[in-house]
């Protein structure tokens, strides 16, 4: 079992930046795949980026490539989401997530046991 806390959510102006944090415990972050998710009011959890066991491989999704940069600290046991260029659009609850089986890359939330509580972020225009 690990246990995931999300930080850094805020409210920025469009075209700022915010960096969110996911802090893990419970058991050997190494183990765990990472990524994020994010759920606008009224829309489907979307899958927006996620990482290997060993931060060697990424996926973003198009909406967010070239903004965000996903990366993680095994050290620190702490998964960041670094977004730039924030949009209107980017407004959402931001969700942590981890996963120690299968492939590193997954979009269905059910591929993920492990959620954070979220995090707000809120781009105004």
């Known amino acids: 079992q690990v246990q995931l806390v999300e930080s850094g959510g805020g409210l920025v102006q469009a075209g700022g930046s915010l960096r969110l944090s996911c802090a893990a415990s419970?058991?050997?972050?190494?183990?765990?795949?990472m990524g994020w998710f994010r759920q606008a009011p009224g829309k489907e959890r979307e899958f927006i980026a996620g990482?290997?066991?060993?931060?060697?491989?990424?996926y973003y999704t198009d909406s967010v490539k070239g903004r965000f940069t996903i990366s993680r600290d095994n050290a620190k046991n702490t998964v960041y989401l670094q977004m730039n260029s924030l949009k209107p659009e980017d407004t959402a609850v931001y969700y942590c997530?981890?996963?120690?089986?299968?492939?590193?890359?997954?979009?269905?939330?059910?591929?993920?046991?492990?959620w954070g509580q979220g995090t707000q972020v809120t781009v105004s225009s």
């Open positions: 990482i290997s066991w060993v931060g060697g491989s990424t």
């Open positions: 997530v981890a996963r120690d089986s299968g492939s590193w890359y997954n979009s269905d939330p059910r591929a993920y046991p492990y």
């Open positions: 419970g058991r050997t972050f190494s183990s765990y795949a």
